[in-house]
């Protein structure tokens, strides 16, 4: 038995760690040969940060030059007060703003967040806003967002409007209301454009009563994908 590595014949001891050249490779053999490396084996090759392959223990924290988005999904049905969501009170008056509950009007889940004009009447002026959390992006660059919502207008100069900002970008709207939108309306915005080189995204619903007798608005239903 001659045992000669690289004379074609895997022989005498000759193994995928010690003569890879005969015997073929074999990752997970805890040698890094043949056409091994960072990224087909990194079992025996281990890992390289800019090799291009998210692999073993990397992750966007470690290496987000390689594992440059951790796709995540995001939901809230408003059955109670909603961790990290916040309102402004804003207006001439307080205690009139945003809430969570079933509404004047209809909840499609049968609680919703709502903002109602009509029980304050006419002469108190409602600008009141609710916002979302801050959703961290983990290196992902697309995303879509949407909801579902009842909006009640009186045509007399009230509206709604729905708005996204990021780390790198202030409130931009994606969308205004002006007249009635119910029952369930479903809206969803691809809002990837607004993303390149974001760390976090942040949405706000912001409603105007223009200083009116006014009636509702309605949301329910939120999802958010990153991916």
Do not use: K
């Amino acid at each position: 038995c001659e045992g000669t590595c690289n004379d074609s014949t895997c022989e005498c001891g000759e193994t995928t760690a010690n003569c890879w050249e005969d015997c073929g490779t074999s990752c997970g053999d805890g040698t890094c040969n043949g056409g091994e490396d960072t990224c087909n084996c990194w079992e025996d090759c281990g890992t390289d940060c800019g090799d291009g392959c998210c692999n073993g223990s990397e992750d966007f924290g470690s290496c987000p030059a390689d594992c440059n988005c951790i796709p995540s999904n995001h939901s809230e049905e408003f059955s109670s007060a909603p961790a990290g969501w916040t309102v402004i009170d804003g207006g001439e008056s307080t205690g009139d703003t945003w809430a969570i509950g079933t509404g004047p009007g209809y909840c499609y889940s049968g609680s919703c967040a709502f903002v109602d004009s009509d029980t304050w009447g006419d002469g108190t002026r409602l600008a009141e806003t609710l916002f979302s959390p801050q959703y961290n992006l983990n290196g992902c660059s697309a995303a879509t967002v949407g909801f579902i919502h009842y909006y009640n207008s009186i045509e007399s100069g009230d509206y709604a409007e729905f708005a996204v900002q990021t780390d790198l970008m202030s409130w931009t709207v994606l969308q205004t209301w002006t007249s009635d939108a119910y029952p369930d309306v479903t809206e969803s915005y691809d809002i990837s454009a607004y993303l390149a080189g974001a760390s976090w995204v942040q949405f706000r619903w912001y409603y105007d009563d223009d200083d009116t007798w006014a009636w509702y608005w309605h949301v329910d239903n939120f999802t958010l994908s990153i991916f």
